[in-house]
């Protein structure tokens, strides 16, 4: 817990972010953040991230992570992550819990492909995938850290811009993060 | 009390027509009487003629006992040897103690699964028989053990499973079945002052009728008894709290309970002291009945030991007979006499935590076995809120010795904070296992020596929820100051990983787990899957952090002393045996929680794929 | 003498604590507006013991607030770091425990479960979740029992018991295996006597069990929990500081 991920003196912050079984809403969140993204602008640099659209990841300070994770792909994407990011942190409800996407895990993976794709209303072709480009469904969704393990988690559907500026505040200076009242929130 | 708890005639799947319920409904009624607190009584006559609990009876205690049905449901779901489904008509239950586990258990099961045909945990579907594990049936000294329909079955090996196998085909009665599969020795290898002494002369009362209570108890404090059920309270304190403990009806509603649950794993002492001393443990409940004024008695009896039920109701027949269980016992004999009392016994249902004695209360109370809180103790608010005494039956013993024989006699053995002699149970790596009496303050290596245990690893003492030793303890004493201990005493030799152990203690707890608490419901659970995780060759560094953590919030946050102790063997051997664990880690520090190729097969089936993308490498 | 000589005093985290001798901890710290947090114990009900957050150090032996009488002179460590990583580690389990999708519960922002673990600073449910199949019983025309969210803190249990005079609810099995079931042959609360005026039906501390008439009548985000912290509403007593309320917990920082 609570690596540092501060670069050598003047070089910039080198963030990634990416969004796996999530809605993007945290992403959202970010960009929520008003006056204050332009501070950060001085101080980050953007990898790989929806918001910038470069698909291969470099070795990074700071790795964002939206969304549980569901699939074969997100296992592989967050692995990358892991691999090449000093600092992972896990934003949002989804990716601190399973969060909404989860709640498919009441329910058994073949009736959840039974009603996406063959029983399912207005079907055009169904019939269950067998595509190997799409990546196959785990049988339940899992928040990231039962996957690879994180250095921060930031609860909230979505975190509120005070709360990711409380976060990338510690994880800059390499503190602990402290949240008040108003920013935890799990809703 | 023999209609409902003693050895039906019919047992074990007899069809559940109404007109039959009814008949042994009525019999158990007849029996036990209506009182809300029998119900666990009459659930387990049922159980034990229709190998299930029939709904129509459930139906029916509702009516008679005035009782809910899910107060009902609740009890049936809790006690392992209760079930709502029926079971076969011959319900094979293995014990899965870990001194079973090293005498080969799993493989006779193996063996009597594909004799008769049936899986584990599931009833063949002709209804014949049913097969399972349970926890620890306290025959470690004679074991790999079992259950068929609740009676106990010794030293089982491969020719005694094949003849299980065609008497259950031939559908046999057990009546029918050899005598020699249900013989239980008592392994006595070494007697003290309370063992070497068989015989029954009633001393005990004698002296109570002549001298009195208050002198009795004066005897029982000089000899500094304590507790044998582990706690290792004193004894003539809980007497004395419970004698001066306020009551409705002055002392007439005071209960004393003999604590006959034995069910700590590697613990079978209180079997022997039942089948060959039982006298003694009724005249020392009788004692304390004498001392502290009270009318009742019930002795909880584990229901692996039902086998014991028969003869210990003889026993208290004779006793009745002989006028020292009644009404006015030893009246006329002096001060002390003139009293009334009775012994009832209760069954058990397969439930380690009802051995806690708040928990037993509730199960005599007919509930499920929830540990209640604390305050009030037992001896003011008990069962049914009456001031009860709750002793274990070697304590019992000891004080019908004591009030023989005099408080000094038994200061002469022990040390000062622990007086006189402890009964063990050995069991595991050793060429004599049984029964051992040893004064308290005895090292651990005298024991191995006395019991042949060579090239010992370990000594699990006062079992699954004791203290795990490494050879450089050996020379700790057996006391309530060093190695406090309700007798259990496993030995591993250096042939076994001790990770069977873990995994055997885990696998206990979590099953054990009344459930009440968070952290030892949901712990316990967390610990089972981390020490499955660690033997599955899966886990990392921090898995073991994890393991040593969720073991302190067990220990420092449970409600009861089941949770409190659940996890220790896990903290002695990650602190004593680390390499148990550190061999099997994976070389990350960090591994996912589940399977991740095998969290991908549903899938990979339902879309016909197994390409390389359609498989996750357990490693990142 | 009067009534306050005659009082005894604990400590709780330096503070004196006046109690009347058969108080638990619990009941004096809240009489005296001493926030503990709780989840199975509610003022006015049975003292329970059964979650184990208000684990507290008393003397140096750790135990529940809710059932330990109350003593003179004894120091009590509630708000300290160990302790409260105690806690955080007992909501842990709750949370892996069940299904808690707080951001889709009706019951978020009135949620006790939830609002306790903001107070105790909880990030993450950290261990495995296991994600347990469970029911949701729709059967009953005013109230939803969801099985899902159930901490088995037996407060419905309690109240149906000894407020309502029925017996409704029970607790089945054991271990994790643990369920709350109802009194019909059914299973179902609608086949009960179950009624939306019981006290049951309004104790839950979690979303466990709904009438369903009060779902988001109050809109996210301004609900109890909301709008101060449990800290301050959480059945301690008013003080006259509580006014401050929400305007001063803003600004609290949690661990
Ligand atoms: C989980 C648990 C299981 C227990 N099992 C037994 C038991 O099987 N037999 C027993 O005598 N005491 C058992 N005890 C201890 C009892 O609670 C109680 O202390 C004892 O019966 C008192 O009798 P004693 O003072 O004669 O030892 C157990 C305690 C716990 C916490
Ligand atoms: S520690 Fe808690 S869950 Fe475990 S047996 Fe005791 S009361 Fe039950
Ligand atoms: S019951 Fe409480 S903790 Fe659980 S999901 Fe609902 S709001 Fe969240
Ligand atoms: S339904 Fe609610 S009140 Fe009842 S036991 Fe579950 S969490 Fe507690």
Same mark, same amino acid.
């Given at each position: 817990?609570?690596?540092?991920?501060?670069?050598?003196?003047?070089?910039?912050?080198?963030?990634?972010? @990416?969004?796996?079984?999530?809605?993007?809403?945290?992403?959202?969140?970010?960009?929520?953040?008003?006056?204050?993204?332009?501070?950060?602008?001085?101080?980050?640099?953007?990898?790989?991230?929806?918001?910038?659209?470069?698909?291969?990841?470099?070795?990074?300070?700071?790795?964002?992570?939206?969304?549980?994770?569901?699939? @074969?792909?997100?296992?592989?994407?967050?692995?990358?992550?892991?691999?090449?990011?000093?600092?992972?942190?896990?934003?949002?409800?989804?990716?601190?819990?399973?969060?909404?996407?989860?709640?498919?895990?009441?329910?058994?993976?073949?009736?959840?492909?039974?009603?996406?794709?063959?029983?399912?209303?207005?079907?055009?072709?169904?019939?269950?995938?067998?595509?190997?480009?799409?990546?196959?469904?785990?049988?339940?969704?899992?928040?990231?850290?039962?996957?690879?393990?994180?250095?921060?988690?930031?609860?909230?559907?979505?975190?509120?811009?005070?709360?990711?500026?409380?976060?990338?505040?510690?994880?800059?200076?390499?503190? @602990?993060?402290?949240?008040?009242?108003?920013?935890?929130?799990?809703? | 009390?023999?209609?409902?708890?003693?050895?039906?005639?019919?047992?074990?799947?007899?069809?559940?027509?109404?007109?039959?319920?009814?008949?042994?409904?009525?019999?158990?009624?007849?029996?036990?009487?209506?009182?809300?607190?029998?119900?666990?009584?009459?659930?387990?006559?049922?159980?034990?003629?229709?190998?299930?609990?029939?709904?129509?009876?459930?139906?029916?205690?509702?009516?008679?006992?005035?009782?809910?049905?899910?107060?009902?449901?609740?009890?049936?779901?809790?006690?392992?040897?209760?079930?709502?489904?029926?079971?076969?008509?011959?319900?094979?239950?293995?014990?899965?103690?870990?001194?079973?586990?090293?005498?080969?258990?799993?493989?006779?099961?193996?063996?009597?699964?594909?004799?008769?045909?049936?899986?584990?945990?599931?009833?063949?579907?002709?209804?014949?028989?049913?097969?399972?594990?349970?926890?620890?049936?306290?025959?470690?000294?004679?074991?790999?053990?079992?259950?068929?329909?609740?009676?106990?079955?010794?030293?089982?090996?491969?020719?005694?499973?094949?003849?299980?196998?065609?008497?259950?085909?031939?559908?046999?009665?057990?009546?029918?079945?050899?005598?020699?599969?249900?013989?239980?020795?008592?392994?006595?290898?070494?007697?003290?002052?309370?063992?070497?002494?068989?015989?029954?002369?009633?001393?005990?009362?004698?002296?109570?009728?002549?001298?009195?209570?208050?002198?009795?108890?004066?005897?029982?404090?000089?000899?500094?008894?304590?507790?044998?059920?582990?706690?290792?309270?004193?004894?003539?304190?809980?007497?004395?709290?419970?004698?001066?403990?306020?009551?409705?009806?002055?002392?007439?509603?005071?209960?004393?309970?003999?604590?006959?649950?034995?069910?700590?794993?590697?613990?079978?002492?209180?079997?022997?002291?039942?089948?060959?001393?039982?006298?003694?443990?009724?005249?020392?409940?009788?004692?304390?009945?004498?001392?502290?004024?009270?009318?009742?008695?019930?002795?909880?009896?584990?229901?692996?030991?039902?086998?014991?039920?028969?003869?210990?109701?003889?026993?208290?027949?004779?006793?009745?007979?002989?006028?020292?269980?009644?009404?006015?016992?030893?009246?006329?004999?002096?001060?002390?006499?003139?009293?009334?009392?009775?012994?009832?016994?209760?069954?058990?249902?397969?439930?380690?935590?009802?051995?806690?004695?708040?928990?037993?209360?509730?199960?005599?109370?007919?509930?499920?076995?929830?540990?209640?809180?604390?305050?009030?103790?037992?001896?003011?608010?008990?069962?049914?809120?009456?001031?009860?005494?709750?002793?274990?039956?070697?304590?019992?013993?000891?004080?019908?010795?004591?009030?023989?024989?005099?408080?000094?006699?038994?200061?002469?053995?022990?040390?000062?904070?622990?007086?006189?002699?402890?009964?063990?149970?050995?069991?595991?790596?050793?060429?004599?296992?049984?029964?051992?009496?040893?004064?308290?303050?005895?090292?651990?290596?005298?024991?191995?020596?006395?019991?042949?245990?060579?090239?010992?690893?370990?000594?699990?003492?006062?079992?699954?929820?004791?203290?795990?030793?490494?050879?450089?303890?050996?020379?700790?004493?057996?006391?309530?100051?060093?190695?406090?201990?309700?007798?259990?005493?496993?030995?591993?030799?250096?042939?076994?990983?001790?990770?069977?152990?873990?995994?055997?203690?885990?696998?206990?707890?979590?099953?054990?787990?009344?459930?009440?608490?968070?952290?030892?419901?949901?712990?316990?659970?967390?610990?089972?899957?981390?020490?499955?995780?660690?033997?599955?060759?899966?886990?990392?560094?921090?898995?073991?952090?994890?393991?040593?953590?969720?073991?302190?919030?067990?220990?420092?946050?449970?409600?009861?002393?089941?949770?409190?102790?659940?996890?220790?063997?896990?903290?002695?051997?990650?602190?004593?045996?680390?390499?148990?664990?550190?061999?099997?880690?994976?070389?990350?520090?960090?591994?996912?929680?589940?399977?991740?190729?095998?969290?991908?097969?549903?899938?990979?089936?339902?879309?016909?794929?197994?390409?390389?993308?359609?498989?996750?490498?357990?490693?990142? | 003498?009067?009534?306050?000589?005659?009082?005894?005093?604990?400590?709780?985290?330096?503070?004196?604590?006046?109690?009347?001798?058969?108080?638990?901890?619990?009941?004096?710290?809240?009489?005296?507006?001493?926030?503990?947090?709780?989840?199975?114990?509610?003022?006015?009900?049975?003292?329970?013991?059964?979650?184990?957050?208000?684990?507290?150090?008393?003397?140096?032996?750790?135990?529940?607030?809710?059932?330990?009488?109350?003593?003179?002179?004894?120091?009590?460590?509630?708000?300290?770091?160990?302790?409260?990583?105690?806690?955080?580690?007992?909501?842990?389990?709750?949370?892996?425990?069940?299904?808690?999708?707080?951001?889709?519960?009706?019951?978020?922002?009135?949620?006790?479960?939830?609002?306790?673990?903001?107070?105790?600073?909880?990030?993450?449910?950290?261990?495995?979740?296991?994600?347990?199949?469970?029911?949701?019983?729709?059967?009953?025309?005013?109230?939803?029992?969801?099985?899902?969210?159930?901490?088995?803190?037996?407060?419905?249990?309690?109240?149906?018991?000894?407020?309502?005079?029925?017996?409704?609810?029970?607790?089945?099995?054991?271990?994790?295996?643990?369920?709350?079931?109802?009194?019909?042959?059914?299973?179902?609360?609608?086949?009960?006597?179950?009624?939306?005026?019981?006290?049951?039906?309004?104790?839950?501390?979690?979303?466990?069990?709904?009438?369903?008439?009060?779902?988001?009548?109050?809109?996210?985000?301004?609900?109890?929990?909301?709008?101060?912290?449990?800290?301050?509403?959480?059945?301690?007593?008013?003080?006259?500081?509580?006014?401050?309320?929400?305007?001063?917990?803003?600004?609290?920082?949690?661990?």
């Amino acid at each position: 817990m609570n690596m540092r991920a501060e670069p050598p003196v003047g070089q910039k912050v080198r963030v990634a972010t @990416a969004s796996l079984a999530g809605c993007f809403g945290c992403h959202m969140s970010v960009l929520d953040m008003d006056e204050r993204i332009l501070d950060l602008v001085e101080r980050v640099d953007f990898d790989r991230t929806p918001l910038t659209d470069i698909k291969t990841l470099g070795p990074c300070d700071l790795g964002l992570i939206e969304g549980g994770v569901a699939n @074969a792909e997100n296992v592989e994407v967050l692995r990358e992550f892991r691999r090449q990011c000093k600092v992972l942190v896990a934003v949002g409800a989804c990716a601190v819990t399973g969060g909404i996407p989860a709640m498919r895990n009441s329910v058994p993976l073949a009736e959840v492909l039974d009603e996406a794709f063959v029983h399912g209303m207005g079907l055009v072709n169904p019939g269950i995938p067998d595509d190997p480009e799409l990546p196959l469904l785990l049988s339940q969704v899992h928040p990231i850290h039962e996957v690879v393990r994180v250095d921060y988690f930031l609860p909230g559907c979505p975190p509120s811009a005070d709360a990711i500026w409380s976060l990338l505040t510690a994880v800059l200076e390499g503190g @602990a993060l402290h949240l008040t009242w108003a920013q935890l929130r799990y809703d | 009390m023999s209609g409902a708890s003693g050895l039906a005639a019919e047992h074990g799947g007899a069809h559940a027509d109404p007109a039959r319920i009814e008949r042994v409904l009525r019999g158990s009624l007849a029996a036990l009487g209506r009182g809300p607190d029998t119900v666990l009584q009459h659930l387990i006559a049922q159980q034990q003629v229709f190998s299930h609990v029939p709904d129509a009876a459930i139906g029916r205690l509702v009516e008679e006992l005035g009782v809910t049905r899910a107060q009902i449901l609740a009890a049936v779901d809790f006690y392992a040897f209760l079930h709502l489904t029926p079971r076969g008509r011959f319900d094979i239950l293995v014990s899965d103690n870990i001194t079973d586990r090293m005498l080969g258990n799993a493989a006779l099961m193996t063996q009597l699964c594909d004799a008769l045909g049936v899986r584990a945990g599931e009833p063949r579907a002709d209804g014949r028989v049913s097969l399972d594990y349970t926890s620890c049936t306290g025959m470690c000294d004679q074991g790999p053990a079992a259950l068929v329909n609740g009676l106990a079955l010794t030293r089982l090996d491969a020719a005694r499973i094949r003849e299980i196998a065609a008497l259950v085909e031939a559908d046999t009665p057990l009546a029918h079945w050899p005598k020699r599969f249900f013989a239980v020795s008592n392994n006595v290898h070494r007697s003290g002052l309370l063992l070497g002494d068989l015989e029954t002369r009633e001393a005990g009362l004698a002296a109570l009728f002549a001298r009195g209570g208050p002198a009795v108890l004066a005897e029982v404090e000089r000899a500094g008894l304590r507790g044998r059920g582990g706690a290792g309270f004193t004894t003539a304190l809980k007497w004395r709290f419970c004698r001066e403990a306020p009551s409705e009806n002055g002392h007439a509603d005071k209960v004393i309970v003999c604590n006959a649950d034995e069910g700590e794993p590697g613990t079978f002492k209180d079997r022997v002291l039942l089948s060959a001393y039982a006298d003694l443990v009724f005249e020392g409940m009788t004692l304390a009945a004498g001392v502290v004024g009270a009318k009742t008695g019930f002795l909880y009896l584990r229901g692996e030991y039902r086998y014991l039920l028969d003869h210990l109701e003889a026993v208290l027949a004779r006793r009745r007979a002989q006028g020292l269980l009644g009404t006015g016992i030893g009246a006329g004999e002096g001060p002390g006499g003139g009293f009334d009392f009775d012994i009832h016994i209760h069954l058990g249902a397969g439930a380690y935590i009802c051995g806690e004695e708040s928990a037993l209360i509730e199960s005599l109370e007919g509930k499920r076995g929830i540990t209640r809180k604390r305050p009030p103790f037992p001896v003011t608010e008990g069962y049914l809120d009456r001031p009860t005494v709750v002793n274990n039956v070697e304590t019992f013993l000891g004080a019908a010795r004591i009030a023989e024989h005099g408080g000094y006699w038994f200061r002469s053995e022990g040390t000062d904070r622990s007086a006189g002699s402890k009964i063990l149970s050995v069991s595991g790596d050793c060429a004599r296992p049984g029964i051992y009496e040893v004064p308290f303050g005895t090292p651990v290596a005298d024991v191995l020596a006395d019991c042949g245990a060579e090239d010992t690893q370990s000594v699990q003492v006062s079992g699954a929820a004791g203290v795990t030793l490494t050879p450089d303890e050996f020379h700790r004493l057996l006391a309530f100051e060093d190695l406090p201990t309700a007798g259990s005493f496993m030995v591993f030799d250096h042939s076994r990983d001790l990770l069977d152990m873990v995994r055997n203690f885990a696998g206990f707890f979590a099953h054990e787990s009344c459930g009440f608490c968070t952290p030892c419901r949901v712990g316990g659970r967390l610990v089972l899957d981390l020490v499955d995780k660690v033997a599955a060759g899966a886990a990392g560094r921090h898995d073991l952090d994890e393991l040593r953590d969720i073991a302190q919030v067990m220990r420092r946050a449970s409600h009861c002393g089941l949770g409190h102790t659940a996890a220790n063997h896990v903290l002695n051997t990650l602190d004593k045996f680390p390499h148990i664990y550190r061999d099997r880690l994976r070389m990350s520090d960090y591994t996912p929680s589940f399977d991740l190729d095998a969290a991908l097969a549903e899938a990979r089936a339902l879309a016909h794929r197994d390409d390389a993308e359609a498989h996750l490498a357990a490693d990142a | 003498m009067s009534n306050d000589q005659q009082r005894s005093t604990f400590t709780l985290d330096g503070r004196r604590i006046p109690f009347t001798p058969g108080q638990t901890i619990m009941d004096a710290a809240l009489a005296a507006g001493v926030y503990i947090p709780h989840l199975c114990h509610k003022p006015g009900y049975a003292p329970h013991g059964s979650c184990r957050v208000c684990v507290v150090r008393a003397d140096g032996r750790e135990l529940s607030a809710c059932t330990a009488p109350a003593a003179a002179d004894m120091s009590v460590e509630s708000e300290v770091a160990d302790i409260r990583a105690l806690r955080v580690a007992v909501l842990q389990m709750l949370f892996a425990e069940g299904n808690h999708v707080c951001p889709a519960c009706e019951a978020s922002g009135n949620c006790t479960l939830q609002a306790v673990a903001y107070h105790c600073g909880m990030l993450t449910p950290r261990f495995p979740q296991r994600f347990p199949r469970r029911a949701v019983d729709a059967s009953h025309p005013d109230v939803i029992l969801d099985h899902n969210r159930c901490i088995l803190c037996e407060l419905c249990v309690r109240a149906s018991r000894d407020h309502d005079g029925k017996r409704v609810f029970a607790v089945s099995g054991r271990g994790i295996t643990s369920k709350l079931i109802v009194d019909a042959p059914s299973g179902r609360l609608g086949d009960t006597d179950f009624s939306a005026e019981d006290a049951a039906a309004h104790v839950c501390p979690v979303g466990a069990i709904l009438p369903r008439d009060e779902a988001f009548r109050v809109p996210i985000g301004q609900r109890r929990f909301d709008l101060a912290p449990v800290s301050r509403v959480g059945d301690v007593a008013l003080d006259p500081d509580a006014e401050v309320l929400a305007a001063d917990a803003e600004s609290e920082v949690l661990a």
